[in-house]
């Protein structure tokens, strides 16, 4: 079996390809630094039951579509025709949205939605000729629901939802099987990047909740694949989203409005003391 893992150099990806590479998979890992596809690629092939003839690396910024489409192609003249595809290429990075940059921005959007629209396009084809393959688009609990500083990424997530959702309506004919998981905070590089970065506004809604690691959601993630499931949530909360969402965010964000315009009000209160306070001290 031929799996190809987009985001395969760290996080949830590489935890996935670890998963089917033990089990004696042809693996490919794309992602877009070479060196850390080379470090990936050492770390499966040091583990003892996995032959080294077996893993594959591609650099490519899916992003781009005729990338994509090459880098794919060079992998299946390698190890034969996709089997199964996860795409878990994505970045992060929260930020309010009048402060973002359009490129920012953008970027987020290129590579969370175009970029899984861009390699599922690339095997999507081939699955459907030959009537059967198995496509996991990796979306986010930021789907779910909209979280201060996360505009973009929130949006690109959500648009995956729908993606696979109508793929599925379109794919299933064909014996193509389309599934969307929903991970929560995991802990993988970028996480770490995006902590430093997270506005401290959306850990009112977020909470602090423990990440989950990335073998974890890998391996519900495989488990899901090997049972053909469709959707994929993990936790209480994050399900409890996906099923009764339109009960539960009305009163959540509610009070989450509440509490920011009370924390807004206090700042302002503050300001107010500060410029009145330098007022006296200027006076003296």
Not at 55 to 73: F, G, N, P, R
Not at 78 to 98: H, K, R, T
Not at 154 to 170: D, M, N, Q, W
């Amino acid at each position: 079996m031929h799996v190809i893992v987009t985001g395969g150099s760290s996080g949830i990806g590489l935890a996935v390809a670890k998963l089917y590479a033990t089990r004696g998979d042809r693996v490919s890992l794309l992602a877009r630094h070479f060196g850390r596809l080379a470090q990936a690629r050492n770390e499966l092939t040091a583990i003892s039951s996995v032959d080294p003839s077996r893993i594959q690396i591609a650099s490519v910024d899916v992003a781009s579509a005729s990338q994509t489409l090459e880098a794919v192609a060079l992998c299946e003249r390698a190890f034969g025709p996709c089997d199964i595809l996860v795409a878990s290429a994505g970045i992060v990075e929260p930020c309010a949205f009048d402060a973002m940059s359009a490129a920012v921005f953008d970027e987020q959007i290129a590579t969370n939605l175009v970029g899984t629209a861009n390699v599922v396009r690339a095997v999507y084809k081939g699955m459907k000729a030959r009537r059967g393959g198995k496509i996991m688009m990796i979306s986010s609990g930021a789907a779910l629901i909209g979280i201060y500083g996360y505009t973009a990424y929130c949006a690109s997530k959500s648009a995956l939802a729908g993606f696979a959702e109508a793929l599925c309506a379109e794919a299933g004919a064909f014996g193509v099987r389309i599934s969307v998981c929903f991970p929560p905070d995991t802990l993988t590089p970028q996480y770490r990047r995006e902590m430093s970065m997270r506005p401290a506004e959306a850990e009112l809604l977020m909470g602090s909740v423990k990440p989950w690691s990335a073998d974890a959601v890998a391996t519900k993630i495989v488990r899901g694949l090997d049972r053909g499931k469709v959707r994929i949530h993990f936790g209480l909360s994050l399900t409890a989203l996906a099923y009764f969402g339109p009960l539960i965010k009305p009163p959540l964000m509610w009070w989450f409005s509440r509490k920011m315009r009370k924390i807004t009000e206090q700042e302002r209160e503050g300001t107010l003391v500060d410029a009145v306070d330098e007022g006296f001290d200027h006076g003296k």
